[in-house]
């Protein structure tokens, strides 16, 4: 009779935070929306051209452009950097945890890993394909790239799979200190990779600053989404 209870009482507790999460979901979704609009119509106006440009140069040598300014060794980071944004780098890393976690049993998440980011990563490319902004062209572009520049794809889709894949398995970690440090090591590798893009000479730092924008907004999106139960260790340990 407890136990029944008891399940009736989760039930009802579940059902009332339901309206909750579908209201940050919404709201979530309709902020990041338009904040992701208002940019761009600054960006259209030339309102963010100054700060652009300055950001931008700031990364080169005043007496040639074609020159990184700082210290030899940042130019071969900023590349390093970059590579873990890459299409090779993030197939590798959505393959990687997609079978970790399917080996270890969490059969749902790894589908939820999967679609979260292959789903992502496609509503990048047809942002690219719809605002057709062109790349920068006052400094040399340190890497070839011939995409459309807004949103920065490698900034949103390393945001998109490392972020989607922290909050996820933050989801079904019970250690609090392992779920912390999984979001750190993200965070880290979405910024690194955001700053590469401009040191690079291939981006805008409006066009980093909305893949970061959609990237974690992709993310919480989908911890909103998706309801994980939290599993037991010896699941993913």
Known sequence: ????????????????????RLILLFGSVSLTALLFLWLWSEIA?????NIDQTILLAFRQS????TMAGPTWLRQTMLDFTTLG???VIILMIAGSVTFVYMKGAHRMALVILGATLSGSLMVTLLKGFFQRRRPTLVDHMVIEHSASFPSGHTANSAIVYLTIAVLFMRVEPNLKTRIF?????????LAVGVSRVALGVHWPSDVLAGWM???????LWALLVKLPVVEDTVLD
Do not use: H, Y
């Open 45 to 49: 106006e030339g309102e963010l051209a």
């Open 214 to 220: 959609f990237g974690i907004s992709w993310a919480c």
């Open 1 to 20: 009779m407890n136990s029944f209870i008891d399940r009736l009482s989760s039930q009802f507790r579940s059902e009332r935070k339901l309206p909750l």
């Open 63 to 66: 007496a040639d452009l074609r």
């Open 182 to 190: 999984v979001l750190c090591v993200a965070v880290m590798l979405t």
């Open 86 to 88: 890459g299409t090779t």
